[in-house]
T-cell receptor, first 118, second 112 residues
């Protein structure tokens, strides 16, 4: 199956710093990637859709200036949490959309990044 | 807005017992997908159902898509400790082709 690499897996940072998370599709090209946020024992909440070569589309309530997304190539999307604060601490997961042999659109997920802001 | 609910929220079974999670959408879905997330891990795609009333099996797992395409179920026969994790259903966000709305999830615990 398709492989999505997400880095780093864990980040601990001081309040006010910015953190960049990378999401790479390793063996396929992904024109569309997604960024989710997951709180403990809760479901995945879609934050934004990352489109290669164009601006990201943010879900309602997600600050685009806070969570900067760049999709510069067909295999790489980055999420930068700017001026992070403790309330930004969470598990961030990316996914990349791929079509399987049957034409189904499937999302393959990265391993996630656990962000802790002190 | 579109909501996808799952019940139960949590279930604890002994190894060998069966398990079922139910998924209900507030809107009709063009398809339903199921994912499994192990503790500390990330969601892994299990299957996609497209047709009304469709039933698919993967070894001990049986997936069903309702006739009205608003509900689905996942049944595990004779659970094993390797089945531990949270099971999410997900459906396309209304009006989009690729965005998914994830269900609330069912966390399964299996003990010996």
């Amino acid at each position: 199956g398709a492989v999505v690499s997400q880095h780093p897996s864990r980040v601990i940072c001081k309040s006010g710093t910015s953190v960049k998370i990378e999401c790479r599709s390793l063996d396929f090209q992904a024109t569309t990637m997604f960024w989710y946020r997951q709180f403990p024992k809760q479901s995945l909440m879609l934050m934004a859709t990352s489109n290669e070569g164009s601006k990201a589309t943010y879900e309602q309530g997600v600050e685009k200036d806070k969570f900067l997304i760049n999709h510069a190539s067909l295999t790489l999307s980055t999420l930068t949490v700017t001026s992070a604060h403790p309330e930004d601490s969470s598990f961030y997961i990316c996914s990349a959309r791929s079509q399987d042999r049957g034409g189904k659109n499937i999302q393959y997920f990265g391993a996630g990044t656990r962000l802790s802001v002190l | 807005g579109q909501q996808v609910m799952q019940i139960p929220q949590y279930q604890h079974v002994q190894e060998g017992e069966d398990f079922t999670t139910y998924c209900n959408s507030s809107t009709t879905l063009s398809n339903i997908q199921w994912y499994k997330q192990r503790p500390g891990g990330h969601p892994v795609f299990l299957i996609q159902l497209v047709k009304s009333g469709e039933v698919k099996k993967q070894k001990r797992l049986t997936f069903q898509f309702g006739e009205a395409k608003k509900n689905s179920s996942l049944h595990i026969t004779a659970t094993q400790t390797t089945d531990v994790g949270t099971y999410f259903c997900a459906g396309p966000v209304t009006g989009t082709a690729s965005k998914l709305t994830f269900g609330t999830g069912t966390r399964l615990q299996v003990t010996l």
